[in-house]
């Protein structure tokens, strides 16, 4: 057995580089991610790259892996520790460079390999990093695995073996590049402004886009991991609110907003207003359901009531199902009910056949939204958004809960609404007609307004969002509530934004 892990570890000190920092709460639902050199080191890196290749062999997956990272100052030597770590343990690893995490999954398949670890912190900001991994494409691991995971690297037991070695894969984005391209031809001339809040997608969404025949105009499209302007946050209002400007600036159709791995696009329309996710995931249902029939969408319980009331998906035979929030979730949901696509609040889409094969991908999401223009000539992208039942929806808000915190607190969360219910207490003046509990607790009112409070599965925070189908009024009543019940709680601090 290795020397274990420690969690207690400081800078400049000779036992950090003697020893692997590797603190236990990095280790997420669906992926891993960590503050570097406050919560792991480069020696942590390397025993969880040894771990992973133990997970690969003791679950019987041939040994390759593609590895990929984004541009972060200290990426590429994350990624290299890595390397050493699933060398170490017999890997055969496939090192495609700098990419972001769609390309490492399209890697997976254009090179045959079973596995992948991704180094990227996504839209977190400086000072985070992490890994997100898979070994059956297009899959990314849950729990199970990254429970497993989490067991060898703490406990200190994974393998060394040999037969280890690098293959320097050239050439992957533009292969990547070149796949997403062939997918479409936008004859409607589209004028699109390209956010990418200076991450890593600015090297890749704004050639595909002009390939397919958009005029682009770039906004925060050069490279620089310092994120001067906005984290790439496609969630955040100030990309939004950037993005809003410049789409009105330009008189463009359309505003893409890409976060910092560029599995994620958030949309705003031709008047320079966002539309969340969820209701850019409607429009989409509507468009493909049109084309193929009896269409499967799964969605997260994040996401609008509008998958279930839409008279147009009613109509159209399309059949929805609510699951759990996160992307590895709905991705798994999505292939085992062979769903067309799956949709996640955040802006995570995953495109099963004939669209995609089943992984998030922003740049693609971004190109079925041009297509859905394409079918759709004389309408604009706010005439699409405003054909839509109204709704009152809150932005995704995250007070910050330590990770230590956040669970225990989101089931007394739970508890506290299921007293309510049971006490018949009203919010907004009705009673609760629905508690949720599948993610966290999501509760329904007698006309639809919903409230959900559920821990944030990469972040320490909880995650609020509510919805209205009857009034904006209800939509901030039960904002109030919730957030008067938080206010009991000393652990949940300042949230990211307010309604």
């Keep these: 057995m290795a020397a274990k892990p420690r969690a207690d570890l400081k800078p400049n000190t000779p036992e950090f580089e003697r020893e692997a920092l590797v603190k236990p709460t990095g ?13 792991i080191n480069l020696l942590g890196i390397r025993a969880l790259g040894t771990g992973l290749a133990t997970v690969l062999h003791d679950r019987g997956v041939d040994p390759q892996i593609v590895v990929g990272h984004d541009y972060r100052s ?32 399209f890697a997976q398949f254009d090179l045959d390999v079973p596995a992948v670890a991704m180094v990227t912190a996504s839209h977190n900001n400086n000072g985070w990093t992490g890994v997100k991994m898979g070994a059956e494409r297009p899959l990314t691991f849950g729990p199970d695995e990254m429970g497993a995971l989490k067991d060898i ?18 050439g992957m984005a533009e292969r990547y590049m070149d796949d997403l391209a062939a997918q479409a031809g936008i004859t409607r ?16 969404a704004p050639h595909v886009l002009e390939r ?33 400007r410049k789409v009105a600036e330009a008189g463009a159709d359309i505003g893409f907003a890409f976060d910092g791995d560029g599995d994620r696009c958030g949309v705003v329309d031709n008047e320079g207003d966002a539309i969340y996710a969820d209701k850019v995931g409607v429009l989409l249902a509507r468009d493909i359901s049109a084309l193929h029939e009896n269409a499967q969408f799964v969605v997260d319980v994040k996401s609008t009531g509008l998958f279930m009331t839409d008279p147009v998906l009613q ?11 996160g992307h590895s979730y709905i991705k798994r949901r999505s292939h085992e009910l062979g769903a067309i696509v799956g949709f996640e609040k955040s802006g995570h889409y995953f495109f099963n056949k004939p669209i995609g094969r089943g992984y998030d991908d922003g740049i693609l999401s971004a190109i079925a939204v041009a297509e859905m223009l394409e079918r759709n000539p004389g309408k604009s992208m706010a005439d699409l958004k405003n054909s839509l039942p109204l709704t009152w929806g809150s932005p995704t808000m995250s007070p910050h809960c330590a990770d230590e915190e956040k669970y225990d607190v989101v089931e007394r969360v739970v508890r506290h609404y299921q007293k309510a219910a049971g006490n018949s207490e009203q ?11 599948v993610n966290g607790v999501r509760v329904v009112l007698q006309d639809g307004t919903w409230g959900l409070v559920r821990a944030s599965s990469n972040k320490p925070e909880l995650v609020i969002v509510c919805e209205s189908p009857t009034s904006e009024e209800n939509m901030k009543a039960m904002f109030k509530n919730i ?11 300042e949230y990211n934004q307010k309604i």
């Design 427 to 437: 919010i907004a003046g009705q009673n609760i007609r629905e508690l949720v509990t």
């Design 483 to 493: 957030d008067l019940h938080l206010s009991d709680y000393p652990e949940v601090g």
């Design 315 to 325: 109509a159209q035979g399309a059949r929805t199902d609510y699951w759990k929030t």
């Design 27 to 39: 280790f997420r639902e669906y992926d891993a991610r960590w503050l570097f050199e406050k919560e």
């Design 153 to 170: 690297v703490l406990g200190g037991t994974w393998a060394n073996r040999p037969g280890g070695r690098l293959i320097e894969v050239p």
């Design 212 to 244: 397919i025949g958009c005029e682009v105009v770039p906004l925060d499209c050069e490279l620089d991991h310092s994120f001067p302007n906005y984290n790439p946050n496609p969630e955040d209002l100030a990309m939004l609110e950037a993005l809003e």
């Design 189 to 204: 001339k589209l004028k699109a402004v390209v956010a990418c809040g200076n991450g890593t997608a600015g090297a890749f």
């Design 74 to 105: 200290y990426s590429a030597s994350i990624k290299n520790a890595l390397i050493t770590g699933l060398m170490a343990g017999g890997c055969t690893v496939h090192d495609i460079g700098l990419a972001l995490s769609p390309m490492a999954y």
